[in-house]
Nanobody, 121 residues
Framework: QVQLVESGGGLVQPGGSLRLSCAAS????????MGWFRQAPGKQRELVAT???????IYADSVKGRFTISRDNVKNTVYLQMNSLTPEDTAVYYC???????????????WGQGTQVTVSS
């Protein structure tokens, strides 16, 4: 019923920038916290940044000052602006959203399919 569709990944040189987008669609009553996680080869999935419906944000220490998370509550879309990228940022980035579907009394977690970000010269 609820889908998250990501876009914006790709290959970028060190020091470059990318912007990821993730739109939630379907029978949605309300979208609560949205965010981004990432998983590099051989590593566990880790939090990158999250944002609540009122705009409260949390960032991983490794991305503070370089990445900015934002959202459009009308479009149910979350963005991740990534600047000053380094090879250590190379990973599959997953969108996350806590969504209450129409007709459901509670919210559930949803994940996007993942988008590859590769930082390499």
């Amino acid at each position: 019923q609820v889908q998250l569709v990501e876009s914006g990944g790709g290959l970028v040189q060190p020091g470059g920038s990318l912007r990821l987008s993730c739109a939630a669609s379907g029978s949605i009553f309300r979208v609560y916290t949205m965010g981004w996680f990432r998983q590099a080869p051989g590593k566990q999935r880790e939090l990158v940044a999250t944002i609540t419906g009122t705009g409260y944000t949390i960032y991983a220490d490794s991305v503070k000052g370089r990445f900015t998370i934002s959202r459009d509550n009308v479009k149910n879309t979350v963005y991740l602006q990534m600047n000053s990228l380094t090879p250590e940022d190379t990973a599959v980035y997953y969108c996350y959203a806590n969504v209450r579907a129409s007709g459901n009394p509670t919210a559930t977690e949803h994940w996007g399919q993942g988008t590859q970000v590769t930082v390499s010269s």
